[in-house]
Every structure is written in C-alpha cells, then in structure tokens.
C-alpha cells in the first residue's frame, strides 16, 4: 500500500513539473485550458465507452450467453477511468496502454 501512496504522490510531482514547464513556454491561459479540454475529451470517450460495455453486455445477455468478455472489457474501462482521475499526464498514458491492451484483446 505505500508504494501506491509514493507513486501516486511522485507521479503528481511529475505533472507539476511538466505543467509548470509547459505554462512558462505558452502561458498560463493556454495551459489551463488544454487541461480542461483533455480531461473533458477523456471523460467523454470513457462515458462512450461505457454505454458501449453496457449495450454489449444487454445483447450477450438477451441471447442467454455469459458476459464474460463485455465484463473484463467493463473492468478495464473501469482501471482506465481510474487511471485518468489520478492528477498524473503520465497516469493517462498508462490508460492508453490498457486501452490498447482492451483493443487487441477484442480482437
């Protein structure tokens, strides 16, 4: 458990980091509002995601078949969610990543 604790908290310097080096290169209004519109862009592709999942997951079970696969899929979509609250850029890689890995596991 701490070693989640001291990630969380070394990747949140991370970012402070970065966002003061980006703020200083194209201002403080840019900045800002780039990170508004991606945490905007993000939550919506999850929510998207989500309904997704959730129609899948109706359809397997009108056809009396297990979700299975529609529910691993939720629960990546979940870690992603998660790894996009965390206050970290680098956080939003790491759910690209699992969204990638959900992606070829589809397929």
């Given amino acids: 458990m701490p070693i989640f ?12 980091y970065f966002l003061i080096e980006v703020c200083s290169i194209i201002g403080a209004v840019p900045t800002i509002t780039l990170s508004i519109l991606c945490a905007m862009l993000c939550a919506w592709l999850v929510r998207c995601q989500g309904f997704g999942v959730l ?20 629960a990546l979509l ?30």
């Fill in 78 to 107: 979940l870690v992603t969610s998660l790894f996009l609250l965390l206050p970290s850029g680098l956080d939003h890689n790491s759910a690209h990543l699992v969204q990638s890995r959900r992606r070829r596991s589809l397929s």
């Fill in 5 to 16: 604790f001291l990630l969380f908290i070394g990747l949140s310097l991370i970012k402070v």
């Fill in 55 to 74: 129609m899948r997951v109706r359809d397997s079970l009108a056809r009396d078949e297990v979700p299975a696969l529609e529910l691993l899929d939720g």
